[in-house]
């Protein structure tokens, strides 16, 4: 993974068919998604289960581009191997699942995995400032994390302060939660080179019908380019 700035769509497989994932994964590839996005969840640091390590095992030989595995689980430390294992390119851990964040970070990156780190919406950008030597991606929350399809939350003044705060570190500034048409140049003009995008791409498609998928991320990078 060399990192660049441009910007970069990671469809949520949150909103995917379940019972389909290798195909919806090189489906939404195929139409143009550079990132494939992973929310984990564990009904205790957010009100909602949904993937282990065992279900990114199975998924990782469809992945062809990079897997974004978004860690919204407390504790952390104890599951970094097992994911690192399991093929992630990306671990992100949220700031708010513990304590020892530093020390969660470090396991990462001596797993041999990109570490990020994720802010709730209640979590301010001066979080992140100890950890920039320690992170490749900051992702903020413009939801509160938990289940797709929430309502954005506007965070651009927040993601203006952590590209201020990066400067010329290559860290990316991942937004996950409401990213569209409507949101994606927002964020994209405040600092943002990753929106993470579920019912966004895959609503009106399917892996029969994969056209929509494109059409769905050509329309955010469409509005990206053209500043909404």
Not at 88 to 108: M, Y
Not at 190 to 216: C, H, I, M, Q, T
Request: charged share 15%.
């Amino acid at each position: 993974m060399t990192f660049d700035r441009s910007l970069k769509i990671a469809p949520s497989i949150l909103a995917a068919d379940f019972a389909n994932f290798g195909a919806e994964i090189r489906a939404v590839e195929a139409e143009g998604a550079d990132w494939i996005h992973v929310d984990v969840m564990d009904g205790h640091f957010v009100p909602n289960i949904s993937f282990g390590p065992a279900t990114c095992a199975a998924i990782r030989p469809h992945i062809k581009t990079v897997m974004d595995v978004h860690l919204m689980i407390a504790p952390v430390d104890p599951y970094i191997d097992a994911f690192a294992a399991a093929g992630a390119d990306i671990l992100t851990a949220h700031i708010e699942s513990g304590p020892h964040i530093h020390r969660t970070l470090q396991a990462i990156r001596a797993a041999g995995v990109k570490a990020g780190v994720a802010l709730n919406p209640g979590t301010p950008a001066s979080a992140v400032e100890p950890l920039l030597d320690m992170i490749d991606l900051v992702c903020v929350m413009t939801v509160n994390p938990g289940f797709g399809g929430q309502k954005f939350i506007n965070m651009t003044a927040k993601i203006r302060a952590l590209r201020e705060m990066i400067k010329d570190r290559g860290i990316h500034i991942e937004i996950d939660g409401g990213v569209d048409p409507t949101t994606a140049p927002l964020v994209a003009a405040a600092g943002a080179d990753v929106l993470v995008a579920g019912s966004a791409v895959f609503k009106g498609g399917s892996v029969e019908n994969p056209a929509p998928y494109g059409n769905n991320i050509n329309a955010i990078r469409a509005a990206v380019q053209s500043g909404g």
